[in-house]
């Protein structure tokens, strides 16, 4: 095919990855929901349900936690049905051979995931549970990436005459998306350790701008905690977790807030871009709100649920952004030995 040739957009497979991605944005707030209400372990058989096929589990025995871990197992089958699909429609209909094998990556991922579920329960090890928290926040962003790259907004990239996207913004959003995704990391680790909040108070962090972490003081916080039964003690390792997840959210906004401006400057406020670093600086005030509030409303579950949420269409912002910035930039050919040089040029070109 010739360069810059347009791909003919298939529609309803397009409106099929966006419904795919829809529906994995879902299946992470089930899964929130799930290590929201601690009840990871309310089903503590796998694959089956209390020796029940896990379609055949009866209504009536969904109380409690066993509601939010079986109906989250039940999304994750839809979910995983309806990636195979999109592969299967992708390696079959798509004339891009990086699009056939974007879908099978996309399949692996949900065939992993649904694994990594599987062993968190059988083995009873929550550090599993931190690395299928990340996995899924990673398969969200790739599910929405192939939303995109079926959509004819990814072909207009390559057909209109766009200006290109200075390195250093370009750079400066792919910093910042990936401190999104390591803060993701961090919190998905401080919600996997089952100990409620290590820090009950904000702006202070008990009472000062730096907690004290000796065993004293750690002794202190736990008998002062409100929780209910059957949460964990803190540890003085939790306590510096939690603060460097606020410091790091503090940089991440200073890193968006920055981009936006940067955006205006290098780009002007009417390009598409820049509209959508706004609604960036939108997700993180949002993001961080939701984040004082689960400490203001001592964890509440929807709210804690609502900041995993966010964060995870942060970090998709994040991504796209960078996606659709290489990409412009990838159309001269001055820029096309560029990082995704390569890869921008392939996908004009297949």
Known sequence: MKANAPVKINRPLHWFA?????ATF???????????????????????SYGYNVFAFPISKWTGGIFYEHTHRL???????????LATWLWRKDSRKWMKWLGI????????????????????????????????????????TIAFFTSGAWQKIFENKISIVPRGLRNHFLFVTILIFLQLILGATMRHQHAGLAISDFPLAHGKIWPDTNPDAIARYNAERMEATNVNPITAFQVVLQMFHRIVALVIFAGVAAAVGLSVKRLGKKDSLTKLAFFWLALIILQIAL????????????VATAHVLVGALSLVTGALWCIIAFARSAKSPETQNETFGAFGTFAANK
Not at 26 to 48: I, K, Q, R, Y
């Open 26 to 48: 879902l299946l992470l707030g089930a899964g929130g929901l799930v290590t929201s209400h601690e009840a990871g372990m309310s089903v503590p058989d796998w694959p089956n």
């Open 105 to 144: 990556v996309a399949f692996l991922f949900v065939v992993a995931q649904g694994v990594l579920g599987g062993l968190r329960v059988t083995m009873k090890m929550d550090s599993l549970g931190i690395f299928h928290g990340v996995v899924a926040q990673t398969f969200f962003v790739l599910m929405c």
């Open 291 to 302: 984040g004082i509030a689960t400490i203001w409303t001592n964890k509440a579950a929807d």
């Open 18 to 22: 966006i419904a795919t991605a829809i």
């Open 75 to 85: 999304w994750a089958s839809v979910v995983g049905l309806m990636t195979t699909i």
